[in-house]
């Protein structure tokens, strides 16, 4: 299964970025997926996720401000990002959990670079 993230970039502060995820294979629908973010000198953390039903999961610090959605006819979650403010700025990394054998393996994406200027 190969993760690809895009969308990142450079906005102000109270700007709205959309990032997108696609993942190969040919049962996404019944992946659980998820956007975690790593800033410099920080661990990784979840930042939301959705699961294959659609139910979603946001961190308090993101929690009325992102929203998490998946388009399974085009392999795709999103992360819409509004409000956003400069401690939003991270590589935010995507992740799919294929489900195998009882259990689930976590692919990751490569990461885009989340950029939020004051």
């Known amino acids: 299964v190969q993760v690809v993230e895009s969308g990142g970039g450079l906005v102000h502060a109270g700007g709205s970025l959309e990032l997108s995820c696609s993942a190969s294979?040919?049962?996404?629908?019944?992946?659980?997926m998820g956007w975690h973010r790593q800033a410099p000198g920080n661990q990784r953390e979840l930042v939301a996720s959705i699961t294959s039903g659609g139910r979603t999961y946001y961190a308090d610090s993101v929690k009325g401000r992102f929203a998490i959605s998946r388009d399974n006819a085009k392999n795709t979650i999103y992360l819409q990002m509004n409000s956003t403010k400069p401690e939003d700025t991270a590589v935010y990394f995507c992740?799919?959990?294929?489900?195998?054998?009882?259990?689930?393996?976590?692919?990751w994406g490569q990461g885009t670079q989340v950029t939020i200027s004051s």
């Open positions: 294979g040919r049962s996404f629908s019944i992946y659980n």
């Open positions: 992740n799919a959990d294929v489900p195998t054998g009882g259990t689930a393996f976590r692919y």
